[in-house]
Structure formats: structure tokens, C-alpha cells
């Protein structure tokens, strides 16, 4: 299986590589252009914790009686990545998700979060994901990026969910986060500690303990079976250029951003 595992690396290198190094992290030269970074990224913070949850019912038993479900090796793996993301703790010591620890980011450098708030609340109480877009004014780019994470989650193909998760998540992740850490440091003020707390976390959990943990996952649940490999990185692909679309997207508005001090009243 290390075969496969070397195979798809190879091919989603270059999409890698262009969101590792996408314009949208120089792009960020204050507060404010970081404010609309996180307006958009908070989507797939939210969807992510969707994403992972999906994995934990569909590799463990989360029902009443309890019986044991599938491998006690994938038990483990998703058990412990739950762990890690669900309830991490903050910079106080407090237990938190990584999405309310973002929120608490945005809240610090104030961050508009009514956007993705209302969109929670609307789908917390209808269920219809169209209606919590269009009452909340969710970005396009973001839209589509929850779209494509709720279609795979939706396929019920479990080696489909680790794929992504593991190749447009986990995997992804240090590499990324290691750009926007060096930006901010150069470029923001120390007003944003939450924030560089939350990057620091992913870097140094996922970076080391969870992508590998999340290989493995994946791994196990595509086995030998070269249809599930084929189905696993075609579904990678597509959730590599949604990420590239969801950072043009911020890319373009902090770019058409008109800098506070430039604003003129009549």
C-alpha cells in the first residue's frame, strides 16, 4: 500500500505546492487583510469538524448497545484525532474545539464571525443547507468548498472521507500554516495571538502525530483495492482545487479591499 500511498503524493504534488504557495499569505499585509482571510477559512474549520465526525460514526460504534465495529487499528487512529480536535486547549488551559478556538481568533482581532454564526444557527435549526448560505451571505468560495465536503460525506464511502481528510486536510495542513505563520510574524502585530496559537497547534499536532495517523487511516480503509485508490485521488484532486478556489476567493477581496485610512466620506 506504500506504492499507492507514493503514487497519489506524486500526482496532487503540484496543487500542493500551489496552495503552499498561493499569493493569498503575502497578500496579508495588516489586520484587516487577515480579517477577511478568516471570514473565509472559518468555513473550513466548521466543515472539517463535520468531516471528522463523519469518520468517527462511520469506523466506530457511537451507538447504543456498543458493539465493536470494523478495526480496532482504525478505532484508534480516528479516536485519537477526534481527541485532538474536539477538545484541545486553548492558550488558558481550557478545552476547546480548534473551530471555537478559531472563533475566539476572530473575536480577538475582530473579525466579522456573523457570517458564519448565522449560517450555523439557520442550518442548526432547518437542516437546509441552501437556506443557511443564502441567509448568512456565505462567500461562493465557500459555499462550494462545504458543497464538495458534504458531497463526500454524503457518498457514505468511508475510504473516500479518510482520502480527503487525510490528503486536503491533515497531510495539507503543516505546510500551508508553516506560509501564514511566516507572514504574520513579518507582517502582523502581537494582537493576534490566538490566532498564531491556533496555527502553532496544527503545526506542531498535525504535523507530526496526526498526518501520520491519518496516512495509516487511509491506508487500511483503501486496502488493495485499485478502484478505491482511483476513486481516493480523484477525489483528492477535486478537494485540493476547491481549497486553491476558496483561497483565490479571499485572495481577491483582500486585494480589492480598500484600505481603511484610504476611505473617503463625502
Known sequence: MIEHIDKLKKTIEPLR????????????????DLKVFMQYHVYAVWDFMSLL??????????TVPWFPKGSADVRHLINE?????????????????HFELYIDAMHQCGADTSKIETFIEVLKSTGDFDSAFSSSQTPAEAKE??????????????YLQAAIFTFGREDLIPGMFHSIVNDIHKNLPDSISIFKYYL???IEVDGDFHSHLALQMTSNLCGTDEQFWEEAQKATIE??????????????????RIPTQELVTA
Not at 145 to 158: A, C, E, L, R, W
Request: aromatic letters at 8%; charged letters at 30%.
Open 53 to 62: 465526525k463523519t469518520l468517527q460514526n462511520n469506523l466506530t460504534c457511537t
Open 81 to 97: 484525532i477526534v481527541i485532538g480536535e474536539e477538545s484541545d486547549v486553548d492558550l488558558n488551559g481550557i478545552r476547546k474545539s
Open 145 to 158: 468548498f462545504v458543497d464538495f465536503t458534504f458531497k463526500i460525506i454524503g457518498s457514505n464511502k468511508d
Open 17 to 32: 505546492q500551489e496552495i503552499i504557495n498561493h499569493p493569498v499569505y503575502s497578500a496579508i499585509k495588516n489586520i484587516d
Open 239 to 256: 478537494s485540493l482545487r476547491k481549497r486553491i478556489n476558496l483561497w483565490d476567493g479571499a485572495y481577491k477581496q483582500i486585494k480589492n
Open 200 to 202: 502553532e497547534r496544527h
